[in-house]
């Protein structure tokens, strides 16, 4: 497959959105060349173990995410109880098995390089 020398894309014209349930949010996809991006919006209240858990049929997040959180904050807590917050500014790596929210009444803007994948990858 040969990639194209170059490949724009524009935020409003996802090749493919991904609506959370319970309004809880959404995944713009874009596929650019070999790879995916995804920029996802964590509404205020969210939380995965509410709001994506039934839809995931797991216990806990089971995605790999690297990200940058470009507003809002988020906590996450991995299945073994360990915990950390991201706000605006960090890059974050979180392994499979977790849970996550958003903190405060914003909603929570990153951009993640990992989990908007295809399944077939």
Known sequence: ??????????????????????NSGSLRVFSLGEETVGYATFNAGFKWSKDMKEAAGTDSCQLTHNFYVLSGRMA?????????????????FVAPGHDAWTVGDEPCIMVDWTAARPSDR
């Open 76 to 92: 996450i807590v991995s299945d073994d109880g360990k915990q950390f917050e991201v706000g605006p500014g960090d890059f974050a």
């Open 1 to 22: 497959m040969t990639s194209p020398m170059w490949l724009q894309k524009n935020l409003e014209n996802a090749d493919e959105v991904r609506d959370f349930p319970n």
